[in-house]
């Protein structure tokens, strides 16, 4: 069974579904900008990768041999103009 990724891991929802992905016995990546908090992930054993959607090397790294990736990085700023760059990857 190949890995599963989880993209903003350490969010609201992303902790949420790296717990469930755990939880059902999944191997689980994860992956966080490298100031972000991640309390609410510390406890569980998953490979972290540190870096963001914009670091090609980290992402890639982060993504070989995963045939599921769960995208969970949420900008919930509402005073974006234009909201094109949250699609980007």
């Known amino acids: 069974m190949s890995p599963k990724l989880v993209?903003?891991?350490n969010g609201f929802l992303g902790s949420?579904?790296?717990?469930?992905l755990v939880?059902?016995?999944?191997?689980?990546r994860v992956m966080a900008r490298e100031n972000a908090s991640t309390i609410s992930i510390d406890d569980l054993d998953v490979q972290r990768f540190v870096g963001d959607?914009?670091?090609d090397d980290t992402l890639r790294a982060a993504m070989a041999g995963c045939d599921d990736v769960y995208y969970c990085v949420?900008?919930?700023?509402?005073w974006l103009?234009?909201?094109?760059p949250l699609f980007h990857t």
């Open 23 to 28: 939880a059902a016995g999944h191997q689980v």
């Open 53 to 55: 959607i914009w670091d």
């Open 74 to 78: 949420v900008d919930a700023r509402g």
């Open 7 to 9: 993209i903003g891991a």
């Open 16 to 20: 949420h579904v790296t717990r469930q």
């Open 81 to 84: 103009r234009d909201p094109a």
